[in-house]
């Protein structure tokens, strides 16, 4: 049977980590702080809002919340935007999505300053990414990235496998695996052979945003499986993009759905805001 990666227990570290650098920060004069913009009533993301406040809270960082209603046109959000991006107090923005369909998402992400973006989805920070030498990575596939770093398994020479092309984790997470010199390997709904090309997988990600896409028979003995997919089923329950019953048995380590890649995400988001303030403030190494 695998042995769980705990994301609460691990994701926690991270924040006390944070906690410690902020204080000592504080000590030097210097302050972090966070904007969260939410548009709309969309109750997962008033969740995430939440959750995220909640963790500015336990680190020290100051957290500013601007709550805009459905109706918010395109213009009035980037001029918050800019407002946010003018702002020395603010080191990070963040716009949680979705967005209502009168906004262009594109156009509000790329209106946020690369030095505030938290998120790390600018096309300046995403370029960064790609060659490697970046300020901030995407929180989720960071976070991933913290989860298989503590088995204690190297990366090096292993044959990954991302299914998923999304930009805020497929794509990213193949790069940040690629920087480890694994050998990665990205799956689509277009992809031919699915299931051998994952069983060759010493490490699987799966982040398709399918209840239960990964079955037993597309994981490798003894891989490890990180899924990064949150969806409800009919009884109201959360689960992953991996059938976890089932193909836990034949891995050596697998995230649990809830409790596994979820909290790194938002550990990950308070590193990042802290990585800000630090270079903002020509505080960083």
């Not at 963790?55 to 459905?70: D, F, K, N």
């Not at 702002?87 to 967005?99: M, S, T």
């Not at 805020?168 to 690629?178: F, H, Q, R, S, T």
């Amino acid at each position: 049977m695998a042995e769980l990666i705990d994301g609460k227990k691990i994701s926690m570290d991270v924040k006390m980590a944070v906690k410690e650098e902020v204080s000592s920060l504080k000590e030097r004069g210097v302050s972090a702080c966070l904007a969260v913009v939410i548009v709309g009533n969309d109750p997962a993301s008033r969740v995430y809002v939440n959750n995220k406040k909640k963790a500015c809270e336990l680190v020290g960082i100051e957290s500013r919340e601007y709550a805009l209603a459905e109706e918010t046109t395109e213009e009035e959000l980037l001029g918050l935007v800019q407002k946010l991006n003018a702002d020395p107090a603010v080191n990070g923005i963040l716009v949680q999505l979705p967005l209502p369909k009168q906004i262009d998402e594109h156009k509000v992400i790329e209106r946020i300053a690369p030095m505030k973006d938290v998120d790390a989805f600018h096309a300046a920070n995403v370029g960064k990414i790609m060659i490697g030498d970046y300020d901030f990575l995407p929180c989720t596939p960071a976070g991933c990235m913290e989860l298989l770093h503590s088995t204690g398994i190297d990366v090096c020479g292993k044959n990954a496998v991302v299914i998923g092309r999304s930009n805020i984790v497929g794509k990213p997470m193949a790069m940040l695996l690629l920087h480890e010199n694994a050998t990665v390997t990205i799956c689509h709904s277009r992809t031919k052979n699915l299931k051998e090309i994952c069983r060759n997988a010493d490490i699987l990600v799966a982040a398709v945003g399918r209840a239960k896409f990964v079955t037993e028979d597309m994981v490798k003995e003894g891989a490890v499986v990180i899924d990064v997919g949150m969806n409800r089923l009919e009884n109201g329950k959360l689960c992953g993009d991996v059938d976890f019953d089932a193909v836990a048995p034949r891995c050596s380590y697998i995230t649990p759905v809830p409790g596994g890649v979820g909290p790194m995400t938002i550990a990950t988001l308070m590193k990042n805001t802290l990585t800000a303030a630090k270079i903002q403030n020509h505080t960083a190494e």
